[in-house]
């Protein structure tokens, strides 16, 4: 799906990264990594276990709102990520159109846990995860969300995505 518009999106530590590069390279389309256009205020409230307020946020995601309008308009495929803990910042991603298609990335509390807690160089840390997932809103039926178990291996995940993408 060359045209595909898709937000993979979850906690921290749930794997966004590693999955929605694997699939933007499979797609061959457009990467965009939604960590990189946090603000520097943003990125240093969370170094330091702050949480991020949704008027932290709003910036952050209308920018990657914009990105994704970008490729709409274009009618080219783009891969963001961005944990779009609510449906409201779902909202605003989605910017009125029924065409993105999330990628809710899902799986257990000490898994997750694990995976944040032997990563090294990320600005987010494992104690912010309990903020996360307290503010995790999992997308609701109407919303169509794609959810993946990250449990599975990253190539089973990947595989079930490019075949989804593709019907």
Not at 36 to 57: N, V, Y
Not at 63 to 89: D, E, N, P, Q, W
Not at 131 to 158: F, G, R, Y
Request: one cysteine or more; aromatic letters at 6%; glycine letters at 8%.
């Amino acid at each position: 799906m060359k045209n595909g518009l898709f937000v993979v999106m979850g906690v921290a530590g749930s794997g966004k990264t590693l999955i929605g590069a694997a699939l933007a390279h499979a797609l061959d389309v457009e990467f965009v990594e939604g960590d990189e256009f946090h603000s520097e205020q943003s990125i240093a409230k969370m170094s330091a276990g702050i949480p991020l307020t949704d008027a932290d946020r709003a910036e952050w995601l209308r920018t990657l709102a914009f990105r994704l309008r970008v490729h709409r308009r274009a009618g080219t495929g783009i891969v963001v990520t961005c944990s779009a803990l609510k449906r409201a910042y779902r909202e605003v991603l989605r910017g009125g159109a029924k065409d993105i298609h999330f990628i809710f990335l899902k799986g257990p509390r000490d898994l997750i846990s694990q995976r944040l807690a032997s990563r090294g160089g990320h600005f987010m840390p494992a104690s912010l995860l309990d903020s996360q997932l307290a503010t995790l809103e999992e997308p609701a039926p109407d919303e169509n969300a794609w959810v993946c178990d990250v449990t599975k291996p990253p190539a089973e995940i990947i595989t079930d995505l490019v075949t989804r993408a593709s019907q």
